[in-house]
């Protein structure tokens, strides 16, 4: 990406001239896909469970594990039978990968439903051995609706060496992931591996687990994959970085706070230790060009389109509306 054409500041004094089309699209298409997903939610979460299993809001989450699933292990975050998938899809219920299987290789009827406690409700597979470190999260962090574990290698070599990357050197980054946190190492699959990530995952989405690999959390299947592409990407651009130059220049701190502007107008359920609680709820404004940049990319990944939603369909409703806002702000400015 060419930083120069997505952050340009306003030289003049002058206000815009005409409405930002990029900007109001993706305001809009958000708002139109959370009011589906929740609508999907609200219709299914009071059936039985195996009704929310085969509903059809649940089976486009299935859909989405299945294509992150062949993701990861086309971009060999994952071998052997190794990591594992999951997404909230109730107050009570996760869907998840089950153990001892190819994410190269996972299919819907493979899918699990297991409650808070691990115990299968739904699938004639068992769950992940490593459910429990999911669980943690969903239990630590309200807004987390899926979470992946998996063995990208640069990222993995950060955590077996146990060394996390210095920061503040990608914009992608510091938007997207932030600070990185590492857990100490304990046994995969048990209480207490689970238990390492409680006092992490509420400010970091993406934990570096010692001598095992990562977790990210999201508000998505897509989006928790995105995030370990991220951080592989990071981990493997600074070890090359400093082998041309050993002491790298960091973005300066008020470019930072630019950064952090625009990662709380995406709004993504982006923790980071760096943003005060108290002022999360109310960012400051963020460089408009900048916000076109990643806007584009956030909002039609959002959420996932539920079962009864055509994506044709989406796209004209979305463009209409667009149109309306920016013919309504043209004609009020």
Same mark, same amino acid.
């Given at each position: 990406m060419n930083y120069s054409e997505c952050i340009v500041p306003n030289q003049?004094?002058?206000p815009v001239q005409s409405p930002n089309l990029a900007l109001i699209e993706s305001i809009v298409r958000r708002a139109v896909?959370?009011?589906a997903g929740q609508s999907a939610r609200d219709c299914t979460a009071s059936g039985e469970p195996l009704e929310l299993f085969h509903s059809p809001a649940?089976?486009?989450?299935?859909?989405?594990? +299945?294509?992150?699933?062949?993701k990861l292990w086309q971009r060999q975050y994952v071998d052997g039978n190794g990591g594992n998938i999951s997404a909230r899809v109730s107050d009570k219920y996760v869907v998840c990968s089950p153990t001892l299987l190819?994410?190269?290789?996972?299919?819907v009827e493979d899918l699990v439903l297991v409650d808070l406690e691990n115990q299968r409700?739904?699938?004639h597979l068992p769950q992940t051995s490593e459910l429990l470190l999911h669980l943690e999260i969903y239990k630590t962090v309200p807004q987390a609706k899926a979470v992946i574990h998996c063995h990208p290698p640069y990222a993995t070599a950060h955590a077996v060496a146990g060394v996390v990357p210095m920061g503040n050197l990608v914009p992608e980054q510091e938007v997207f992931v932030g600070p990185l946190a590492l857990s100490p190492y304990e046994t995969p699959g048990t209480p207490e591996f689970a238990h390492t990530v409680h006092s992490l995952a509420k400010d970091h989405n993406t934990i570096l687990l010692a001598n095992h690999? +990562?977790?990210?959390?999201?508000d998505t299947v897509t989006h928790a994959e995105w995030y370990v592409e991220i951080v592989d990407t990071y981990c493997k651009t600074i070890l090359i970085a400093t082998q041309l130059r050993p002491e790298l220049k960091e973005i300066s701190p008020r470019k930072i706070?630019?950064?952090?502007?625009i990662k709380q107008k995406l709004g993504m359920s982006l923790p980071d230790p760096r943003i005060a609680k108290d002022t999360a709820a109310e960012p400051k404004a963020a460089p408009e060009a900048a916000i076109d940049a990643y806007a584009g990319e956030a909002s039609r990944a959002q959420f996932p389109l539920s079962g009864g939603l055509d994506a044709a369909e989406m796209d004209q409703l979305v463009s209409r509306l667009t149109d309306e806002v920016a013919a309504f702000l043209e004609k009020n400015r």
């Amino acid at each position: 990406m060419n930083y120069s054409e997505c952050i340009v500041p306003n030289q003049s004094r002058e206000p815009v001239q005409s409405p930002n089309l990029a900007l109001i699209e993706s305001i809009v298409r958000r708002a139109v896909l959370e009011c589906a997903g929740q609508s999907a939610r609200d219709c299914t979460a009071s059936g039985e469970p195996l009704e929310l299993f085969h509903s059809p809001a649940v089976l486009a989450i299935k859909k989405e594990i +299945v294509r992150t699933g062949r993701k990861l292990w086309q971009r060999q975050y994952v071998d052997g039978n190794g990591g594992n998938i999951s997404a909230r899809v109730s107050d009570k219920y996760v869907v998840c990968s089950p153990t001892l299987l190819s994410k190269g290789d996972l299919q819907v009827e493979d899918l699990v439903l297991v409650d808070l406690e691990n115990q299968r409700i739904c699938g004639h597979l068992p769950q992940t051995s490593e459910l429990l470190l999911h669980l943690e999260i969903y239990k630590t962090v309200p807004q987390a609706k899926a979470v992946i574990h998996c063995h990208p290698p640069y990222a993995t070599a950060h955590a077996v060496a146990g060394v996390v990357p210095m920061g503040n050197l990608v914009p992608e980054q510091e938007v997207f992931v932030g600070p990185l946190a590492l857990s100490p190492y304990e046994t995969p699959g048990t209480p207490e591996f689970a238990h390492t990530v409680h006092s992490l995952a509420k400010d970091h989405n993406t934990i570096l687990l010692a001598n095992h690999g +990562v977790v990210c959390w999201a508000d998505t299947v897509t989006h928790a994959e995105w995030y370990v592409e991220i951080v592989d990407t990071y981990c493997k651009t600074i070890l090359i970085a400093t082998q041309l130059r050993p002491e790298l220049k960091e973005i300066s701190p008020r470019k930072i706070a630019d950064l952090l502007a625009i990662k709380q107008k995406l709004g993504m359920s982006l923790p980071d230790p760096r943003i005060a609680k108290d002022t999360a709820a109310e960012p400051k404004a963020a460089p408009e060009a900048a916000i076109d940049a990643y806007a584009g990319e956030a909002s039609r990944a959002q959420f996932p389109l539920s079962g009864g939603l055509d994506a044709a369909e989406m796209d004209q409703l979305v463009s209409r509306l667009t149109d309306e806002v920016a013919a309504f702000l043209e004609k009020n400015r």
